[in-house]
Each structure stands twice: as C-alpha cells, then as structure tokens.
C-alpha cells in the first residue's frame, strides 16, 4: 500500500497521468501483486 498526499486535486492528476509514474509503476511490476486500485479522497477545510 502506497498513500500519497498532493496539495490540491491538479497536482494529483498530473501525477497519475504523469510519464514518471508510468515509468515507476513498469519498474515495479514484477513485485505488484495486484491490480493498481485508486481512491481518491478529498478533504476541504
């Protein structure tokens, strides 16, 4: 489990949609043990 924590919902879909986490996510495959589930949680204070 990976928790990550971005400043405002851009920064975060920039991340996601990002060549970088992309080639993160190809680096680790073989130690993935299951498909890639996201929840996006948004909190406003």
């Given at each position: 489990m990976v928790i990550l924590k971005f400043d405002?919902?851009?920064?975060?879909?920039?991340w996601l949609e990002s060549d970088v986490r992309r080639e993160w996510i190809e680096r680790l495959q073989p130690l993935i043990?299951?498909?890639?589930?996201?929840?996006?949680?948004i909190i406003r204070s």
């Open positions: 405002c919902y851009d920064n975060l879909k920039t043990e299951k498909p890639e589930a996201l929840q996006t949680l």
